[in-house]
């Protein structure tokens, strides 16, 4: 992540300056590029504004996906909404590539969640409206196949 690595250089460069200062002059300095920002917002130790990040734009999927995955056990309730971001990015064709094992990755986490929190039918439910509505005929078919346990 280039802006990781601009935002650790910064942090050295600027010792006088919190790390929150910092990411607020990353995020001036680059208007657009809040969800690409999302994982240093999360690695400062502030899921709060790193949620906020990735609600304005969109980031990488597969680092919010495996993000969401490092949530599921303690935070469950983040892990699906950063889980629901970033599908709803593959869904819209806002994400570089969307695969097939993003996506099957994110279904299993959905399912992952839903075991947990005894809310599988809902969380499936979720899925299906986000195959419903996708602008990518990948997303839509992999997900359908996977709620049809076709990909599982």
């Avoid at 990781?4 to 050295?12: C, G, K, S, V, Y």
């Avoid at 075991?115 to 839509?140: D, I, P, S």
Wanted: charged share 25%.
């Amino acid at each position: 992540n280039t802006h990781r690595h601009t935002f650790d250089a910064l942090r050295q460069a600027w010792p006088h300056r919190s790390p929150a200062q910092v990411l607020d002059a990353l995020l001036a300095a680059h208007p657009g590029d809040e969800g690409k920002l999302f994982a240093t917002a999360r690695a400062m130790g502030d899921p709060a504004r790193a949620t906020a990040l990735i609600e304005a734009s969109p980031g990488d999927p597969k680092v919010v996906l495996h993000a969401a995955e490092e949530e599921a056990a303690v935070h469950p309730a983040r892990a699906e909404r950063w889980l629901f971001i970033a599908l709803g990015w593959l869904a819209d064709g806002r994400a570089y590539k969307v695969t097939r094992p993003i996506v099957a990755q994110a279904c299993r986490l959905a399912d992952a969640l839903g075991a947990q929190t005894g809310e599988r039918e809902r969380l499936r439910a979720r899925l299906a409206e986000v195959a419903a509505k996708a602008r990518t005929a990948g997303v839509h078919n992999w997900v359908a196949l996977y709620l049809e346990g076709a990909d599982e």
